[in-house]
């Protein structure tokens, strides 16, 4: 006898397609210029600034694991989207009138800190759906909505950029606020799905999930490092223009796009901790590359081995942490999500660091913390994982 599979309708993946889409220019029309408006804009201090930054990203931190607790423990992932999404259109609005420093800092550990949120509830909302639909394309589908968010970076820059010159902070916030409302409008017709169905697995003890989750700080680290550091590595060091800079990065943008989809179809059917520890290793190989750079051109060329690094880190990664613990969807995805965090928060001073000591040693520092995460990823056995009766398996 067959057991039939929970019906879960495809038709909530189109939304859900739309709720990345959206996410994705918000965060890129609003991330990448913060700095700028702190310092020009509200006129904060260079310690002013840094503490900002830290304050917020501890804050969205702290917030996105206690949500992503709750929704592993009651039936609310819809609900939270929408307040996540609802947040960001509240505080983004707030940043397009507001000028005060500890207005903006108490709006960024509060509204701002609640959206941060809404990323890690999207991912693990999509593999609550799969897995009661099709499991075994569960990797292919989170991968495909990474893959919108690359496709929103390699646009929303340019358009932040082109608000702010028409008009101002209070445009480019303003249509922040926008998009915001526009994902929980979106959200709020998704359905509801209830708690996460206990699986048969083999669910990897804890010091494992702490081996892959310091693997992905340093590896992730290394990663916000050499993206940081490669504008100043191509104008100071190789004497390069910052139009230079730009293109050899939206170089790399765009060829993470193909790449994360490619990885998401071997994800389907290869061990994600291979194909993971795969884009930990070429880490350190194009790490090896850039410090022996000393042309643009070969810059530009290497950005080939850094897109399979984020393709098969940042796109099989989201996965590879849901499959660590697969009846926590909402705790996997935000741990996940929290190593990008750490990693940036890692990378920032080491950044300066190198403009001490020469921006070439970007990549060094880099190199030495991609080969101490290898060596964790090493030590993490993959997880295995019993399919369900009435669950398709990986060859059907």
Known sequence: MTVAR?????????????????????????????????TAEV?????ELGAFLLVAALA????????GRLSDSRAVRRNLLVIGAAAGTVGFGLYAVLRSYWALLAVACTLVAVATSLLSQMFAYARQSAERANPVKA????????????????????LAALLIQVGGYTALYGA?????????????RLPELGLTAKETAVVPRRPQITLATGAFVLVNGAIALCVSGLPLYVTDTLHGTPGDAGLVLGL?????????????????????????????????????????????????????????????????GISYFQ?????????????????????????GPLLGLAKQLG???VYLMALGMSAAGVALLLGVRSPKRTVRPGQPSAAG
């Open 6 to 38: 929970e019906a879960v309708p495809w038709r909530s993946m189109v939304p859900l397609a739309s709720v990345s889409v959206v996410v994705g220019v918000s965060g890129a029309l609003a991330l990448p210029f913060t700095s700028l408006f702190l």
């Open 43 to 47: 006129g904060v201090s260079s310690v």
């Open 60 to 67: 969205g931190l702290v917030g996105s694991t206690l949500l």
């Open 139 to 158: 990797p292919l589908i989170i991968s495909s909505l990474r893959t919108m968010l690359s496709i929103a970076w390699v646009g929303g820059p340019p």
């Open 176 to 188: 922040t606020a926008l998009l915001y409302a526009t994902a929980a409008l979106i959200a709020a």
């Open 252 to 316: 790399c943008a765009a060829l993470e796009i193909p790449l994360m989809l490619w990885f998401g179809v071997l994800a389907v059917k290869a061990d994600q901790h291979r194909l993971v520890c795969l884009g930990a290793a070429v880490a350190l190989l194009y790490e090896g590359v850039m410090l022996a750079t000393s042309d643009i051109w070969q810059v530009a060329a290497a950005q080939l081995l850094h897109a399979v690094v984020i393709s098969a880190v940042g796109g099989v």
């Open 323 to 347: 499959s660590l613990a697969p009846d926590r969807p909402g705790f996997a995805t935000t741990l996940y999500t929290n190593t990008l965090t750490v990693g940036s928060m890692i990378a």
């Open 359 to 361: 921006y070439r040693d």
